[in-house]
């Protein structure tokens, strides 16, 4: 998804488009020298246990293993209806909280996602594979550049989260937020990268990939429940699957 790892993401209102379609085939092995990747829903998910016990503290019961499919599940609906405001209204009745609840939830939702307010990281469960991932990336010699739709603190966010060293591209701090091309550029001048030999890896259709191919930089759909069907971009059910699309070098 194309939130940061501490705030609900901004939603791209209207239909959802994924730019024009690229005419490289998706199966083959991009030479690559740099790699961007979202930060929520690709290196942190909301933390299950932290969201579950705040929520049962106001009487509300959700099972802690059903956070992270949620959260895809969540995304998707964002990705597909452009009616649905923010991301906790798409996430909360894929956690069972029904409408009546919505709105206690949003307050303990809103009071975890402010670490001023909470002392703590809602956005801190890293992805299966995001640590081994990102540093068999750097071995290898690619460069690493988030870019994420945040509220400012999504790099001290990640560094708190065990991702520290990671250069962040924040919407907030730059004035600019995903799908608009001008971040990803950002976030190529800050590694010295080609759009032709980078990809950008993200949960959301409408933010990710369209913002990716708008650039010129290949875009790939993080998608761990295969919920996105489209033909016309690749895909990865985890940040390990990146090796399936990428060789070392440009």
């Known amino acids: 998804m194309s939130a940061g790892p501490v705030s609900a993401r901004p939603v791209t209102l209207g239909p959802v488009s994924a730019g024009p ?51 895809f599940r969540a995304v998707r609906t964002l990705d597909r209806d452009p009616t649905v405001p923010n991301y906790p209204a ?23 996602d402010d670490r001023r307010r909470s002392h703590e990281v809602l956005w ?7 640590r081994r991932t990102i540093d068999a990336l750097r071995r290898a010699g690619i460069a690493i550049v988030v870019v994420t739709n945040s509220d400012g603190h999504a790099e001290e966010n990640l560094r708190a989260s065990g991702f520290g060293g990671l250069p962040v591209v924040d919407s907030t701090v730059v004035g600019i937020a995903k799908p608009d091309p001008r ?24 933010t990710d990939v369209a913002g990716a191919r708008a650039t010129g930089i290949t875009p790939i759909h993080f998608d761990p429940l295969r ?10 059910r985890s940040l390990r699957g990146i090796w399936r699309h990428i060789a070392p070098g440009a």
């Open 90 to 112: 798409a996430l909360f009745p894929q956690l069972g909280i029904v409408p009546v609840r919505s709105a206690q939830a949003l307050a303990v939702w809103e009071r975890l």
């Open 183 to 206: 971040i990803f550029e950002i976030a190529l001048t800050r590694i010295g990268a080609a759009a032709q030999e980078a990809v950008h890896v993200g949960d959301m259709v409408s």
């Open 227 to 236: 919920a996105c069907r489209a033909g016309d971009h690749r895909h990865v």
């Open 21 to 71: 379609v690229s005419a490289r085939p998706t199966d083959s092995r991009i030479p690559c020298r740099a790699v961007l990747l979202d930060a929520g829903g690709v290196i942190v998910l909301p933390n299950r246990d932290l969201l579950a016990g705040a929520l049962a503290a106001v009487g509300i019961e959700i099972e802690p293993v059903s956070v992270p499919r949620a959260h």
């Open 124 to 130: 801190s469960e890293p992805t299966p594979s995001a």
